[in-house]
């Protein structure tokens, strides 16, 4: 220890009681005690606790010499406490001189060269001697902590200090005798000084052994407990858990369980590499780069995955681990995710690193990182200019340095550091899945449980995860229901309170009865859509812009257009795309175009005059700049895409030159309206169509099949009863459309 140490002590005037030191912790005592002359500070009562040397004369003065200066400080509090009641000021009173009284003790007691009590130093020298004292407290300390050094490659100094650092919280009478130096002040130079005196290393090691790039606080062994500096030195540092750190004093420690359910071996795959065949850089990127990383050992391997919760995220870990031949280990979510007093990041972060250090011996393993959101959004501070990150550096090295290859995953990347994200190796979107993927999951999951309507049913709801729909299965295969009706109604009442609980629409409706009545030859256009759509096969892109009055079939064209190419089908209406935030409208038009890029969908933007309005009536800034994003999407998309309109007039002319063809959809005509009316009443076996209703029908000169829709679906409340019946409802609803379009008189000025 150094001389000048006792230059950057506050050494506290007093200390506890403490009860007696065990052989192993009696010579870090001596050490401290007699190398930091801390014996000079320490009360009797103190040493007489510590039982050294019970019959020490030394000992005997000691008491004595504690006694009397007891006695004088009491006098003195007597004679002051009288001179206040008597209205004298204290200090006009002869009293004793208290500092010279004890210096005259401690001369009576001390020799003048200040030497330490002779028992303390023959107590040192017979524990300095004593060759049968041994390196740790017991054989169970001794084995975990030679596990810990091998496996995070700690030097002894480290492994000392770890130690040190356990037993700080764990035992009260050391840190009765560390605590004499106020910490506060020394800082971290006295901290190391303490630790090199008692246990007999180099204070620039224990410093180095201390600092951030020590594999201690590197690995997450060791973290610190507060940024600002404590008076007390438990205060300072802890070991990641105190539960383990328990453990490791009292019973063996396997180090690959260490972190408890903290890390755990990931469940068998229940799905395979052909259930994610709408991800084909799956099998033809992410597998092969996993298994050359593992086989050559690669370092700072990282695949990041996202996507909406329930899409199969961490399914599709476990199926890539299975693939490779590896063994996937998830450090978990539940029980990691509480910072406590300590700092330097979350819970998880530090486990992770742990789980680095503890499976990087390892033949073949990866780690993964499930709803890692917590870990890139943690240590966030907002002020005035944004947001900004605490831990960003530290994350940025992390990811550089791993040596087992891990899979991290997430739901958004919205939060997220640009610099983290160019740091991952491979970036993989997994969206929800396309309709038919949807439907045999469905049928999977309930095992016949479910009737086909309502397997085509959550099939066609478009938000609607994978991990929902199994969940919601499981829990109504509990219920022993015995009538397929009731299996049915309850999946949906659960699984539509799910969808309402994350504002994410509502299940597809039954279908409706009016659809099993379909045919390109009920559609008034001056075009031919069936050698259209064989057009669109070939080349595998087209922009087109349907308009025309509403009803007259353009988003039903759309949708079996997307079904006779065998793509999905993406509908975003004006509701969906339209926010009140500033530049989110934007977003969501840029996602959309996006996701039907990615997905290789037909993608309907229904209304879409709403965004495509002359530019030159608009008033606001953002509605322009809506305008423009809209018009760069379909200038840069080369899939298909289909707008309609009811108001083409109203739209931009820039926008109008971006579509391949305008297509317009009018009312029917008369053989039209005769034929679509004919089919419906076969389909709704009404009987054959007289003559003369024929002609009611073809003199209506309005018609939509949207009309024959709406009355189609209206007889499911109150049947027809006859064709009669049935044009006599089209009429009616064709005149309700025109008493709608007359101008309206309008009230007040």
Request: charged letters at 30%; hydrophobic letters at 40%.
């Amino acid at each position: 220890m150094q001389t000048w140490i006792i230059h950057k002590m506050k050494l506290r005037t007093s200390l506890r009681a403490a009860p007696p030191f065990s052989d192993y912790y009696e010579l870090w005592a001596l050490r401290l005690l007699i190398e930091s002359r801390l014996w000079r500070y320490v009360t009797a009562q103190f040493i007489s606790a510590c039982s050294i040397c019970d019959d020490s004369p030394v000992l005997i003065r000691l008491n004595k010499y504690c006694e009397d200066l007891a006695d004088i400080e009491r006098r003195c509090r007597r004679r002051q406490n009288a001179a206040h009641h008597r209205g004298d000021d204290p200090e006009d009173l002869p009293l004793p001189d208290l500092h010279a009284a004890v210096r005259r003790l401690r001369a009576d007691i001390v020799p003048p060269e200040e030497q330490p009590p002779a028992f303390l130093t023959e107590a040192l020298e017979k524990a300095s001697n004593d060759r049968s004292r041994p390196e740790w407290p017991n054989r169970q300390v001794a084995a975990n902590l030679t596990a810990l050094q091998k496996t995070f490659g700690l030097s002894g100094c480290e492994t000392k200090l770890l130690f040190w650092i356990i037993w700080l919280r764990q035992d009260t009478d050391i840190r009765n005798l560390i605590n004499a130096f106020d910490f506060s002040k020394g800082g971290l130079e006295l901290y190391a000084d303490v630790f090199a005196c008692a246990c007999e290393e180099s204070g620039d090691e224990a410093l180095r052994a201390l600092s951030g790039d020590g594999r201690l606080f590197s690995s997450g062994l060791v973290c610190t407990v507060r940024n600002r500096a404590p008076a007390d030195a438990e205060d300072w540092f802890c070991f990641f858990d105190p539960v383990v750190a328990a453990s490791l004093l009292t019973r063996p420690i396997d180090v690959r369980n260490l972190l408890g359910d903290s890390l755990r071996a990931a469940p068998a795959a229940k799905l395979a590499l052909g259930d994610f065949r709408r991800l084909p850089e799956t099998e033809t990127i992410i597998l092969p780069y996993l298994r050359k990383a593992l086989d050559t050992r690669r370092p700072g391997v990282n695949v990041l995955v996202y996507g909406p919760p329930g899409t199969g995220k961490t399914e599709l870990s476990r199926v890539l681990a299975a693939e490779i031949g590896a063994e996937a280990w998830e450090v978990a979510v539940s029980g990691a995710d509480n910072d406590n007093e300590q700092s330097g990041g979350p819970d998880r972060l530090r486990y992770w690193r742990l789980a680095d250090r503890i499976l990087r011996g390892t033949e073949r393993s990866i780690l993964v990182m499930d709803e890692s959101e917590d870990v890139f959004n943690s240590s966030i501070t907002f002020g005035n200019q944004g947001y900004a990150r605490r831990n960003k550096g530290e994350i940025n090295a992390l990811l550089e340095e791993n040596a087992v290859p891990t899979i991290w995953i997430t739901n958004s990347l919205s939060m997220m550091d640009p610099a983290m994200l160019w740091r991952f190796d491979v970036i993989l979107e997994v969206p929800l899945p396309d309709e038919d993927e949807k439907i045999k999951i469905v049928r999977n999951a309930s095992e016949g449980m479910l009737s086909d309507e309502a397997c085509r049913r959550l099939a066609k709801t478009e938000k609607l995860a994978p991990a929902v729909i199994t969940r919601t299965v499981s829990v109504v295969r509990e219920l022993d229901l015995t009538e397929e009706a009731e299996r049915d109604e309850k999946t949906l009442q659960l699984i539509a309170s799910q969808l309402r609980a994350q504002q994410l629409g509502r299940i597809a409706p039954p279908e409706k009865p009016s659809s099993t009545v379909y045919s390109v030859d009920y559609l008034c256009t001056g075009t031919d859509l069936t050698r259209l759509a064989e057009g669109i096969r070939k080349t595998g892109q087209a922009r087109l812009c349907l308009y025309g009055p509403p009803g007259t079939g353009k988003s039903a064209w759309a949708a079996k257009l997307a079904e006779t190419l065998g793509r999905p089908l993406i509908v975003r209406t004006a509701s969906s795309l339209l926010s009140c935030w500033v530049g989110e409208t934007e977003a969501r038009i840029a996602e959309a175009f996006a996701e039907a890029a990615r997905t290789e969908a037909v993608l309907l933007i229904d209304e879409a005059d709403s965004f495509l309005q002359a530019r030159s009536g608009s008033r606001q800034s953002w509605e322009i700049t809506q305008v423009n994003e809209m018009l760069t999407q379909i200038e840069a998309f080369d899939g298909i895409f289909i707008a309609t309109t009811n108001l083409i007039d109203t739209m931009d002319e820039a926008s109008l030159r971006r579509f391949d063809m305008k297509i317009r959809f009018d009312v029917l005509d008369a053989p039209q309206a005769r034929a679509l009316f004919c089919a419906h009443a076969d389909a709704l076996g009404i009987g054959k169509p007289e003559d003369a209703v024929l002609s009611r029908v073809a003199a209506i000169g309005s018609l939509t099949p949207g009309n024959f829709a709406s009355v189609v679906r209206r007889a499911t409340l109150l049947p027809i009863r006859d064709p009669a019946d049935f044009a006599g409802r089209l009429e009616d609803d064709c005149r309700l459309k025109k008493d709608k379009g007359r101008p309206q008189r309008r009230i007040g000025f």
